[in-house]
C-alpha cells in the first residue's frame, strides 16, 4: 500500500522515536505499527538507530557511583522487605500468645475462639476422601501450569535480552572491524619498502606546522599523514601540492579528519614529484597554489 | 529481565551493571552535571523498578524502553532547572546555547563507536539530532533555534537517523 511508504516518508516516526509527539498521536503510532509489519520494522530501525547514538556517549559512571545509587535504589524499592519480617514476628507472638491463653481457657475470652475454628474441621472430616484427592490433585496441577508458564515466559524474554545482546556485539565488533581493515591498510604502507617518505616542515607562516607524504614512485600513490598543522578558520581548507619540474600539481585537499592527524589519507595520484607543498584554500580548493606555502619538503633522490 | 519482572533485587544489580555506563553517558551529556547525573540515574532506576509492569516487549526493546525513561527524566530536570534559575522570557534561549557549547569540555566519549559515527554524521544533522535527542527540543523549537524552516529540520532529522541505522546494520 502506498499509504504505508508515505506514512513512513513523514517523519513521524523520527518524532515517536524521539519523544515528541502527543499521547494521542502516539496512540496512533503504535496503533498503526501493530497493524502495519512495514511500519514496525522501520520504526524498530529508527530506534535502533537512536539507540547506537545514545550507546555511542555510553560513559562508565565512577566505581564510587555504583555503591552509592545502588545502595539508595535498594532502600528505595524495598521498603517492603523489613514490613513482613516484623509482621511475621508479630503473627508468632500472637499464636504464643493464643496458647497460652488455650492453656487456661476458663478464664479468657480466647477460649470462645476454639469451638468456631473446631468445627469446619469437623466438616471437612466428613467429606468423601476421593473429592478432597481430586481437590489437591487440581490444586497441584494449577500451581505446576503456572510454574511452568511463568517459566515459559521468563525463558522468552531471556532469548529477547539475550538477542538485544548479541545485535549490540555485532554493531560493536563490525565498527571494530572496519577500524581494523583500516589500520592494516595503514601499516602495509607505513612498512612497505616502496614508499618514500617525505618530510614536510612547516615555513615562517606555519612554523609548527609538520606533516609526512608517503610516495610511491612506481604506483604514483601518494599518502599523507599529519603530525601537526595549525587550526584553520572556517571556510578555509588544506591542499597538498606535488612539484614536479617546479610546477604545481594538485595532490588533493585534506579532509578535517587529516588535518587534524587522526588518519592517514590517501591523495590524489602523482606521475612524479621533486618536492610537496602544502596551502591554505578555500574550501573546495583551488586550481593554482595561493601563496604562501604553510609545509614544504624535497623528495630524496 | 525475568528477575526484574519478579521484582528480584540482585537484578537490580546485573542490570546496573549491564546499563549504566550506556545509560549515565546519557543521562550526563544532557545534565552536564555529575552530581545531577548521579541523581537522575538513581531516580530512573527506581522509576524503571516499579514501572517495569508497564513494560511490552512487543513495543520495543527493554532498551529503547529503559532509555526514554532516562531520557525523559534527564529533560525534565534541565526544564525545572532552568525554570527555577533563569526568567523565561530572556534567559532560555542564550542558557541553552551556553549549555550546548560547554558540552564538549566535560564530556570525554570513551565509547569506541563515538568519533566514527560522528564521521559519518555532517555537522549539521549531528546538531539537530542532538538538539531534539539531548535537549529535548520539538522540530518547531529547532527550526526556531537553528532559523530554518520546519521541512529542513524533519528531512536532516530523517537522514541523519537514516545514516545511524545503516550503522547499526
Given at each position: 500500500m502506498e499509504n504505508i511508504q508515505d506514512y513512513i516518508e513523514s517523519g513521524i516516526l523520527e518524532q515517536y522515536a524521539l519523544g515528541v509527539l502527543t499521547a494521542a498521536e502516539q496512540a496512533a503510532v503504535d496503533a498503526l505499527a501493530a497493524a502495519h509489519p512495514?511500519?514496525?520494522?522501520?520504526?524498530?530501525?529508527?530506534?535502533?538507530a537512536l539507540g547506537l547514538y545514545a550507546e555511542a556517549h555510553a560513559q562508565t559512571p565512577p566505581a564510587a557511583l555504583r555503591e552509592r545509587v545502588l545502595a539508595h535504589v535498594l532502600r528505595q524499592i524495598q521498603p517492603v522487605a523489613p514490613a513482613p519480617a516484623s509482621a511475621l514476628r508479630a503473627d508468632v507472638d500472637a499464636v504464643a500468645q493464643a496458647r497460652?491463653?488455650?492453656?487456661?481457657?476458663a478464664t479468657t475470652p480466647g477460649a470462645v475462639v476454639r469451638p468456631l475454628l473446631a468445627a469446619p474441621a469437623a466438616a471437612a472430616a466428613g467429606r468423601s476422601p476421593w473429592a478432597l484427592a481430586a481437590a489437591v490433585a487440581l490444586l497441584l496441577s494449577l500451581g505446576g501450569n503456572a510454574l511452568l508458564y511463568a517459566r515459559w515466559q521468563a525463558a522468552g524474554q531471556d532469548l529477547v535480552a539475550l538477542q538485544n545482546d548479541q545485535a549490540r556485539f555485532a554493531a560493536t565488533s563490525q565498527v571494530v572491524d572496519k577500524q581494523l581493515g583500516t589500520l592494516k591498510e595503514q601499516n602495509s604502507i607505513l612498512r612497505s619498502?616502496?614508499?618514500?617518505?617525505?618530510a614536510l616542515a612547516?615555513?615562517?607562516?606555519?612554523?609548527?606546522?609538520r606533516a609526512r607524504v608517503l610516495f610511491n614512485a612506481a604506483t604514483h600513490r601518494v599518502y599523507l599523514d599529519v603530525r601537526s598543522l595549525p587550526a584553520l578558520p572556517a571556510g578555509k581548507q588544506y591542499q597538498l601540492w606535488a612539484l614536479a619540474g617546479g610546477k604545481p600539481v594538485d595532490a588533493g585537499l585534506l579532509a578535517a579528519t587529516t588535518a587534524a592527524g587522526d588518519d592517514l589519507q590517501q591523495m590524489k595520484d602523482v606521475a612524479s614529484a621533486q618536492a610537496f607543498a602544502m596551502t591554505v584554500e578555500p574550501t573546495g580548493g583551488s586550481a593554482a597554489p595561493t601563496m604562501p606555502i604553510q609545509a614544504m619538503g624535497a623528495v630524496a633522490i | 529481565m525475568?528477575?526484574?519482572?519478579?521484582r528480584d533485587e540482585s537484578a537490580m544489580t546485573l542490570f546496573y551493571d549491564r546499563y549504566s555506563a550506556a545509560l549515565y553517558g546519557v543521562i550526563l551529556r544532557i545534565v552536564k552535571a555529575e552530581d545531577e547525573a548521579e541523581d537522575v540515574l538513581q531516580e530512573a532506576l527506581v522509576k524503571i523498578w516499579h514501572a517495569f509492569g508497564n513494560y511490552d516487549p512487543g513495543k520495543g526493546r527493554l532498551f529503547t524502553w529503559v532509555l526514554n525513561i532516562c531520557r525523559n527524566l534527564s529533560i525534565d530536570k534541565i526544564r525545572s532547572r532552568q525554570h527555577r534559575v533563569g526568567s523565561r522570557t530572556q534567559g532560555?534561549?542564550?542558557?541553552?546555547?551556553a549549555q550546548r557549547q560547554a558540552a564538549p569540555v566535560t564530556f570525554r566519549p570513551e565509547h569506541i563507536g563515538l568519533q566514527e559515527i560522528t564521521q559519518k554524521l555532517i555537522p549539521e544533522q549531528r546538531q539537530i539530532i542532538d538538539?531534539?535527542?539531548?535537549?529535548?527540543?520539538?522540530?518547531?523549537?529547532?527550526?526556531?533555534?537553528?532559523?530554518?524552516?520546519?521541512?529542513?529540520?524533519k528531512t536532516r532529522a530523517r537522514t541523519a537517523i537514516k545514516v545511524l541505522s545503516k550503522l547499526v546494520r
Amino acid at each position: 500500500m502506498e499509504n504505508i511508504q508515505d506514512y513512513i516518508e513523514s517523519g513521524i516516526l523520527e518524532q515517536y522515536a524521539l519523544g515528541v509527539l502527543t499521547a494521542a498521536e502516539q496512540a496512533a503510532v503504535d496503533a498503526l505499527a501493530a497493524a502495519h509489519p512495514a511500519i514496525r520494522t522501520e520504526l524498530a530501525d529508527v530506534q535502533a538507530a537512536l539507540g547506537l547514538y545514545a550507546e555511542a556517549h555510553a560513559q562508565t559512571p565512577p566505581a564510587a557511583l555504583r555503591e552509592r545509587v545502588l545502595a539508595h535504589v535498594l532502600r528505595q524499592i524495598q521498603p517492603v522487605a523489613p514490613a513482613p519480617a516484623s509482621a511475621l514476628r508479630a503473627d508468632v507472638d500472637a499464636v504464643a500468645q493464643a496458647r497460652n491463653l488455650a492453656a487456661a481457657p476458663a478464664t479468657t475470652p480466647g477460649a470462645v475462639v476454639r469451638p468456631l475454628l473446631a468445627a469446619p474441621a469437623a466438616a471437612a472430616a466428613g467429606r468423601s476422601p476421593w473429592a478432597l484427592a481430586a481437590a489437591v490433585a487440581l490444586l497441584l496441577s494449577l500451581g505446576g501450569n503456572a510454574l511452568l508458564y511463568a517459566r515459559w515466559q521468563a525463558a522468552g524474554q531471556d532469548l529477547v535480552a539475550l538477542q538485544n545482546d548479541q545485535a549490540r556485539f555485532a554493531a560493536t565488533s563490525q565498527v571494530v572491524d572496519k577500524q581494523l581493515g583500516t589500520l592494516k591498510e595503514q601499516n602495509s604502507i607505513l612498512r612497505s619498502d616502496e614508499f618514500r617518505a617525505v618530510a614536510l616542515a612547516g615555513t615562517k607562516d606555519a612554523p609548527t606546522a609538520r606533516a609526512r607524504v608517503l610516495f610511491n614512485a612506481a604506483t604514483h600513490r601518494v599518502y599523507l599523514d599529519v603530525r601537526s598543522l595549525p587550526a584553520l578558520p572556517a571556510g578555509k581548507q588544506y591542499q597538498l601540492w606535488a612539484l614536479a619540474g617546479g610546477k604545481p600539481v594538485d595532490a588533493g585537499l585534506l579532509a578535517a579528519t587529516t588535518a587534524a592527524g587522526d588518519d592517514l589519507q590517501q591523495m590524489k595520484d602523482v606521475a612524479s614529484a621533486q618536492a610537496f607543498a602544502m596551502t591554505v584554500e578555500p574550501t573546495g580548493g583551488s586550481a593554482a597554489p595561493t601563496m604562501p606555502i604553510q609545509a614544504m619538503g624535497a623528495v630524496a633522490i | 529481565m525475568a528477575r526484574l519482572r519478579a521484582r528480584d533485587e540482585s537484578a537490580m544489580t546485573l542490570f546496573y551493571d549491564r546499563y549504566s555506563a550506556a545509560l549515565y553517558g546519557v543521562i550526563l551529556r544532557i545534565v552536564k552535571a555529575e552530581d545531577e547525573a548521579e541523581d537522575v540515574l538513581q531516580e530512573a532506576l527506581v522509576k524503571i523498578w516499579h514501572a517495569f509492569g508497564n513494560y511490552d516487549p512487543g513495543k520495543g526493546r527493554l532498551f529503547t524502553w529503559v532509555l526514554n525513561i532516562c531520557r525523559n527524566l534527564s529533560i525534565d530536570k534541565i526544564r525545572s532547572r532552568q525554570h527555577r534559575v533563569g526568567s523565561r522570557t530572556q534567559g532560555l534561549d542564550d542558557s541553552l546555547t551556553a549549555q550546548r557549547q560547554a558540552a564538549p569540555v566535560t564530556f570525554r566519549p570513551e565509547h569506541i563507536g563515538l568519533q566514527e559515527i560522528t564521521q559519518k554524521l555532517i555537522p549539521e544533522q549531528r546538531q539537530i539530532i542532538d538538539l531534539l535527542y539531548f535537549e529535548g527540543f520539538t522540530q518547531s523549537e529547532v527550526a526556531e533555534e537553528l532559523n530554518i524552516p520546519l521541512g529542513t529540520v524533519k528531512t536532516r532529522a530523517r537522514t541523519a537517523i537514516k545514516v545511524l541505522s545503516k550503522l547499526v546494520r
